[in-house]
T-cell receptor, first 117, second 110 residues
Framework: DTEVTQTPKHLVMGMTNKKSLKCEQHMGHRAMYWYKQKAKKPPELMFVYSYEKLSINESVPSRFSPECPNSSLLNLHLHALQPEDSALYLC????????????????FGQGTRLTVV | DAKTTQPPSMDCAEGRAANLPCNHSTISGNEYVYWYRQIHSQGPQYIIHGLKNNETNEMASLIITEDRKSSTLILPHATLRDTAVYYCILPSAAGNKLTFGGGTRVLVKP
């Protein structure tokens, strides 16, 4: 199984709502990632979890709250979002990078398309 | 983190080879070069990676210059399904960081 599964595929939420995005992998990967992607732009790294601990937070606003409850699951809790937060949210997983960044590939989910109204 | 530079776009004729350049002049000695692609509305997909030697798999070939300051991804016989944005990336072991640059938007034309 080389899949990263993201749910839901589409989400529409109001600015006062609280919602969660979910990501699951069963490849035994110990690194998991959240990315945000706006139209015609590259994916923008938000968070990295290594061994279920937050290792990178790219100065993401606190209205985005990640959680890694176990080695297979990654959540992104959303609260009080703004319309400009509408984007494709991608989850990925990989083995931990060896020194130099090799020798492992990352697997990406198909994303959750989020619309904030 | 070492940065990469890629042309923003290129066209390629179906059936011909597509050569995608990437400049990474600040690469350090132990950093790998990775290539991913993203087909419209899908998640990125791993293509190939290398350290020093040229590499080939069923999808593509990767040519890395001897000084490792640049590389070229070769799609040997481009098909319409190869239309995508191609990203050249240098992952960082510090924090397990995988950062995307601008990429090259490749359009394969019939």
């Amino acid at each position: 199984d080389t899949e990263v599964t993201q749910t839901p595929k589409h989400l529409v939420m109001g600015m006062t709502n609280k919602k969660s995005l979910k990501c699951e992998q069963h490849m035994g990967h110990r690194a998991m990632y959240w990315y945000k992607q706006k139209a015609k732009k590259p994916p923008e790294l938000m968070f990295v979890y290594s061994y279920e601990k937050l290792s990178i937070n790219e100065s993401v606003p606190s209205r985005f709250s990640p959680e890694c409850p176990n080695s297979s699951l990654l959540n992104l809790h959303l609260h009080a979002l703004q319309p400009e937060d509408s984007a494709l949210y991608l989850c990925a997983s990989s083995q931990l990078f060896a020194r130099g960044g090799g020798n492992t590939e990352a697997f990406f989910g198909q994303g959750t398309r989020l619309t904030v109204v | 983190d070492a940065k990469t530079t890629q042309p923003p776009s290129m066209d390629c004729a179906e059936g011909r080879a597509a050569n995608l350049p990437c400049n990474h002049s600040t690469i350090s000695g132990n950093e790998y070069v990775y290539w991913y692609r993203q087909i419209h509305s899908q998640g990125p997909q791993y293509i190939i990676h290398g350290l020093k030697n040229n590499e080939t798999n069923e999808m593509a070939s990767l040519i890395i210059t001897e000084d490792r300051k640049s590389s070229t991804l070769i799609l040997p016989h481009a098909t319409l399904r190869d239309t995508a944005v191609y990203y050249c990336i240098l992952p960082s072991a510090a924090g397990n960081k995988l950062t995307f640059g601008g990429g090259t938007r490749v359009l394969v034309k019939p």
